[in-house]
């Protein structure tokens, strides 16, 4: 078993920056990719980063590409999300998720292929 807690959510103006965290705790050498996902109301959960952990590449939505940037810390069992220039399509809650093996790579942002996820953190995005 994995447990994921998130934490770092909030509410900011457009333009402005959040950093997520994720600490995982269990069986964390289980799963080899973990990711965030976000959901808005009324809305499909997406997937909007994603990280091999072992080698450390790094995928992302189209939606966040060139704004968000998910990065690792083996020693302290962290994923973090880094969200600059932020958008009121942004909000929504946000969700970490791991998974034991992602067969498929280009099928990473399917909610389905996670095996492990977290309650989530809210965050809000101003006009």
């Known amino acids: 078993q994995v447990q994921l807690v998130e934490s770092g959510g909030g509410s900011v103006q457009a333009g402005g920056s959040l950093r997520l965290s994720c600490v995982a705790s269990g069986y964390t050498d289980s799963c080899n990719f973990m990711a965030w996902f976000r959901q808005a109301p009324g809305k499909e959960r997406e997937g909007v980063a994603g990280?091999?952990?072992?080698?450390?590449?790094?995928f992302y939505g189209d939606s966040v590409k060139g704004r968000f940037t998910i990065s690792q810390d083996n020693a302290k069992n962290t994923v973090y999300l880094q969200m600059n220039e932020l958008k009121p399509e942004d909000t929504g809650m946000y969700y970490c998720?791991?998974?034991?093996?992602?067969?498929?790579?280009?099928?990473?942002?399917?909610?389905?292929?996670?095996?492990?996820w977290g309650k989530g953190t809210l965050v809000t995005i101003s006009s």
């Open positions: 998720a791991a998974a034991r093996w992602v067969p498929y790579l280009n099928r990473w942002w399917l909610p389905f292929t996670m095996d492990y």
């Open positions: 990280i091999n952990t072992g080698a450390g590449r790094t």
